[in-house]
C-alpha cells in the first residue's frame, strides 16, 4: 500500500527520483523530529539548570544526521564530535539515554561519566563523541584499517564541523586514508560558523573541505544539508564506494546551526536575517513538504510528531525523576580490570 | 641462551607477538621497508608481510589516532613514534584519548594499543632528539608505562605490553640500542608493574630506569670498592603500575634512597616515588631522599655537554657516597 503511494507520487511528480522509497523516507524523517524535539527539549532543560556544564546543539542540521545514519547499515561505525547529540540519536540510542547523560544522571548512556560531549554507545556503533578538534578523524581510520585489515565489510562514518579543516590531523587523516584506501567517510558538516567566528574569515578557501579534496586525489564532493534525500543518495554512493574498496570520500554538507556554538553563545555575531533565511529552508519542514509530494499523509505525519513528543516527554520525566551516578563509578574503569589501581 | 642486542630484541619480541597472535599488527614511519631508523624492526616486513607491517606518513596524530581506532574495533595494534620527544605532536591521542576513552564510555570501549618509541640521550641528537619523556607520560592516568634495560626485558615487557588490554607506552632507550645481553631461547613473557633487584646490597637502595641501569649498576662497583658501600639496585622498570612493594621493601633493609633519573629535575618519576617512601616509610629512613637528575634544562648536542648534563658514573658514587658519609 505505501510503496503503492509512493509509486503514484512518484508518476505524479517525474522530476522526483524514487529510489529511496517511503519506509526509508519515514525513518528519516522520524529521526529528524526526534533531533529536533530531544535538542529543543534539551534548550528548555538547561534554561531551568537541570542540565549542567555545555552543551552543542545540531537544531537545523538535522537532515546530515538522518541521511547518513539512514544509509547506514548495522555494525557501520560512526565518530562524531562534541556535536553529537544528533549523530548519537540517528543511530537508534534511545532518547532517554541521551538526556539522562547531558542531564548527569544515573540513567544517562555513560552513566554521567562522559558528559555531552562524549556521547558513546558500541551497541550501537556509536564508537565515540570527540570533543579536542579533529582528534577523531584519524581514530576512524584506524577503525577502517581493522575493516580492512579483517575484510570486514561495515564503514566507518566520521563527522566533524567546518572549523575542523583548519586544524593538521583532518589533513592528516585525508592522506593517510588515501594512501591506504581506507572505507572510510569523512564528512563535514559547515554549518559557517566555526564557534563565533564565520568559516569564511578563517579559511584559504571558500568550500573548506571540498575545495581542499582535491590535495588528496580525492572528488569535492558538496550536497545540500538541508535536504535529508540529497545527504541520503550522497551517503549511500559513499558508502558503497569504500565497501567496495574504493577508498575514502569526503563530503561537504551545506547547513546551518539556529543556535549559538554552545550554551554559552548567544550567536549575536549572525548577520540579522542570516537566521531566518536558513529557516525557510528548514530540514524538517523541507522533509514534511517531500512527504507530501510522495503522498504519504498529513495524519501519518501528525502521528510520528505526537509519538515522538510524546516520547521525549516521557524521557524527560524519567530523567527528572533518575538520581545521580553513584560514588561507586568514581574510580571505575579506567583500567580493563574496572579499576584504577597505579601501584602494588 | 643466545647474545642479543637490545635493538635486536626490539624486533624479536614484536615477532614473537605477531607469530602469536594475527590481530597485533605494526606501524610507523620507515618501520617496514627501512626496518626503522635505529634498526630495531628490520625483517619484519618479510617475515609478515606489508599487510601487518606498514609504513606510516610523517603523521603522529594519525599514527597513533589509528592506532587507537584499530585498538577500539578488535585489533592488537604496536604502533611506532620514531623519537618520544615526537610525542608533542600527537600528545593528545596520549593525553586525552586512549588514556581516557574507557573511563569517559563508562567502560564500554577498549584500547590495547602499545606505542614503541626511542627515549632518552647520549647520542648527541641535541634538545628535540634525546629527551627522556617518561614523566610526560606517567602522569596521565589510563597510561601504562614501561622501560626496559636489558634485551631480555625488551622482549618479556613487550610481550607483556602487547597482551595488555590497556594502551602501554614502551620507552626504548636509543643509547641502549647497541648493547647486548644473553637471551634465552623460546618464547619470552613478563610481567607489568614489576621492579627487579639486578644487585642486591644492605647499605643503600639506588631506584633507576633504562640508561641509568647500567650507570648505576657500575656506581655501585664503584662506591663498593672505593668506598665500602654496598648499594642495592633496583632496575624500576614498569613506571605504571609501580611496584611500590619491592621498593618499600629494600628501603626497609637498607634505610638510604637514591633515584637515578635522566628526565630533568621537576616532576621527575623519582619524585613520585620518594613522596611515597617519605609518606610510608619515614621512619625507616636513615638518611635524606636524594634525587641524581639530569638538570632543569634543554639537552645539548655537543657529547662534553651532555656527558656533563646527563646523570654518570662519577656523579652517582660522589653523591651517595657523600650522602652516606656525612
Given at each position: 500500500m505505501a510503496r503503492m503511494a509512493d509509486r503514484a507520487a512518484a508518476a505524479a511528480n517525474p522530476g522526483i527520483n524514487d529510489d529511496i522509497g517511503e519506509q526509508k523516507r519515514l525513518e528519516m524523517y522520524r529521526t529528524q523530529v526526534v533531533i529536533r524535539e530531544a535538542e529543543t527539549r534539551a534548550h528548555e532543560l538547561f534554561l531551568q539548570n537541570l542540565i549542567k556544564g555545555t552543551s552543542h546543539l545540531s537544531l537545523g542540521q538535522e537532515a546530515v544526521a538522518a541521511g547518513f545514519a539512514?544509509?547506514?547499515?548495522?555494525?557501520?561505525?560512526?565518530?562524531?564530535?562534541?556535536?553529537?547529540?544528533?549523530?548519537?540519536?540517528?543511530?537508534?540510542?534511545?532518547?532517554?539515554?541521551?538526556?539522562?547523560?547531558?542531564?548527569?544522571?544515573?540513567?544517562?548512556?555513560?552513566?554521567?561519566?562522559?558528559?555531552?560531549?562524549?556521547?558513546?554507545?558500541?551497541?550501537?556503533?556509536?564508537?565515540?563523541?570527540?570533543?579536542?578538534?579533529?582528534a577523531h578523524l584519524p581514530i576512524a581510520c584506524g577503525s577502517a584499517w581493522r575493516a580492512q585489515y579483517r575484510g570486514d565489510k561495515d564503514v566507518s562514518v566520521c563527522f566533524f564541523g567546518d572549523g575542523t579543516t583548519n586544524i593538521g590531523a583532518f589533513h592528516e587523516a585525508l592522506n593517510f586514508a588515501v594512501i591506504w584506501k581506507l572505507p572510510v567517510v569523512f564528512v563535514c558538516e559547515n554549518n559557517l560558523y566555526m564557534e563565533y567566528?564565520?568559516?569564511?574569515?578563517?579559511?584559504?578557501?571558500?568550500?573548506?573541505?571540498a575545495d581542499r579534496a582535491a590535495a588528496y586525489g580525492l572528488e569535492g564532493i558538496i550536497v545540500d544539508g538541508q535536504d535529508a534525500d540529497a545527504v541520503y543518495r550522497v551517503a549511500l554512493a559513499a558508502y558503497e564506494k569504500a565497501r567496495s574498496g574504493g577508498g575514502p570520500s569526503l563530503i561537504e554538507c551545506k547547513t546551518y546551526r539556529y543556535s549559538g556554538h554552545s550554551r554559552a553563545d548567544p550567536a549575536k555575531y549572525r548577520p540579522p536575517g542570516e537566521l531566518e533565511k536558513w529557516k525557510q529552508r528548514d530540514p524538517i519542514i523541507?522533509?514534511?513538504?517531500?512527504?507530501?509530494?510522495?503522498?504519504?499523509?498529513?495524519?501519518?505525519?501528525?502521528?510520528i510528531d505526537a509519538e515522538v513528543k510524546r516520547e521525549v516527554d516521557e524521557a524527560t520525566e524519567k530523567c527528572k525523576a533518575a538520581p545521580p551516578p553513584p560514588l561507586e563509578l568514581l574510580t571505575k574503569d579506567v583500567w580493563a580490570d574496572g579499576g584504577y589501581a597505579w601501584r602494588n | 641462551m643466545a647474545e642479543l642486542t637490545y635493538r635486536d630484541a626490539v624486533a624479536r619480541g614484536i615477532a614473537q607477538e605477531m607469530a602469536r597472535d594475527p590481530d597485533v599488527v605494526f606501524f610507523?614511519?620507515?618501520?617496514?621497508?627501512?626496518?626503522?631508523?635505529?634498526?630495531?624492526?628490520?625483517?619484519?616486513?618479510?617475515?609478515?608481510?606489508?599487510?601487518?607491517?606498514?609504513?606510516?606518513?610523517?603523521?603522529?596524530?594519525?599514527?597513533?589516532?589509528?592506532?587507537?581506532?584499530?585498538?577500539?574495533?578488535?585489533?592488537?595494534?604496536?604502533?611506532?613514534?620514531?623519537?618520544?620527544?615526537?610525542?608533542?605532536?600527537?600528545?593528545?591521542?596520549?593525553?586525552?584519548?586512549?588514556s581516557k576513552h574507557r573511563y569517559i564510555s563508562n567502560g564500554q570501549t577498549k584500547c590495547p594499543l602499545v606505542v614503541r618509541t626511542a627515549n632518552g640521550g647520549g647520542v648527541r641528537f641535541g634538545a628535540q632528539h634525546s629527551q627522556s619523556v617518561e614523566n610526560w607520560c606517567m602522569m596521565i592516568p589510563g597510561l601504562k608505562v614501561v622501560a626496559p634495560s636489558t634485551p631480555t626485558d625488551v622482549i618479556g615487557l613487550l610481550a607483556a605490553s602487547v597482551r595488555d588490554p590497556d594502551p602501554v607506552i614502551f620507552l626504548e632507550h636509543k643509547s641502549l640500542y647497541p648493547t647486548k645481553g644473553d637471551v634465552p631461547d623460546g618464547e619470552i613473557v613478563d610481567r607489568l608493574g614489576t621492579a627487579k633487584i639486578v644487585r642486591p646490597g644492605k647499605d643503600c637502595t639506588i631506584l633507576a630506569l633504562a640508561l641509568m641501569v647500567p650507570r648505576a649498576l657500575e656506581a655501585?662497583?664503584?662506591?663498593?670498592?672505593?668506598?665500602?658501600?654496598?648499594?642495592?639496585?633496583?632496575?624500576?622498570?614498569?613506571?605504571?603500575?609501580?611496584?611500590?612493594?619491592?621498593?618499600?621493601?629494600?628501603?626497609?633493609?637498607?634505610?638510604?634512597?637514591?633515584?637515578?633519573e635522566e628526565n630533568p629535575r621537576l616532576c621527575g618519576w623519582g619524585a613520585e616515588i620518594m613522596s611515597i617512601i617519605?609518606?610510608?616509610?619515614?621512619?625507616?629512613?636513615?638518611?635524606?631522599?636524594?634525587?641524581?637528575?639530569?638538570?632543569?634544562?634543554?639537552?645539548?648536542?655537543?657529547?662534553?655537554?651532555?656527558?656533563?648534563?646527563?646523570?654518570?658514573?662519577?656523579?652517582?658514587?660522589?653523591?651517595v657516597s657523600r650522602t652516606l658519609n656525612s
Open positions: 539512514a544509509a547506514m547499515r548495522k555494525g557501520d561505525l560512526t565518530f562524531c564530535t562534541y556535536r553529537g547529540h544528533a549523530h548519537t540519536l540517528a543511530r537508534g540510542v534511545s532518547i532517554e539515554k541521551v538526556l539522562g547523560e547531558l542531564m548527569q544522571r544515573d540513567i544517562g548512556l555513560m552513566r554521567g561519566k562522559g558528559g555531552s560531549m562524549h556521547l558513546t554507545s558500541e551497541e550501537h556503533g556509536v564508537m565515540g563523541s570527540y570533543a579536542i578538534i579533529g567566528t564565520p568559516i569564511g574569515a578563517v579559511t584559504a578557501v571558500p568550500n573548506p573541505a523541507i522533509y514534511r513538504e517531500r512527504l507530501k509530494q510522495f503522498g504519504i499523509g498529513e495524519d501519518v505525519i501528525a502521528r | 610507523g614511519e620507515d618501520v617496514a621497508a627501512a626496518g626503522g631508523v635505529f634498526k630495531t624492526t628490520v625483517g619484519l616486513l618479510e617475515q609478515f608481510g606489508p599487510k601487518r607491517v606498514r609504513d606510516t606518513p610523517i603523521s603522529e596524530q594519525a599514527i597513533l589516532g589509528a592506532a587507537m581506532g584499530a585498538a577500539m574495533t578488535g585489533l592488537k595494534p604496536i604502533a611506532e613514534i620514531m623519537f618520544s620527544d615526537f610525542f608533542a605532536v600527537c600528545f593528545n591521542y596520549l593525553a586525552n584519548e586512549f655501585a662497583e664503584k662506591l663498593q670498592a672505593q668506598h665500602g658501600i654496598d648499594a642495592e639496585v633496583i632496575d624500576v622498570r614498569s613506571l605504571v603500575p609501580l611496584d611500590t612493594q619491592t621498593i618499600l621493601g629494600s628501603v626497609a633493609k637498607t634505610h638510604r634512597v637514591f633515584t637515578v617519605a609518606d610510608e616509610a619515614f621512619y625507616e629512613l636513615d638518611a635524606p631522599l636524594v634525587r641524581i637528575t639530569t638538570p632543569h634544562c634543554p639537552l645539548p648536542a655537543a657529547d662534553v655537554l651532555e656527558d656533563a648534563m646527563l646523570p654518570n658514573v662519577d656523579r652517582i658514587v660522589e653523591r
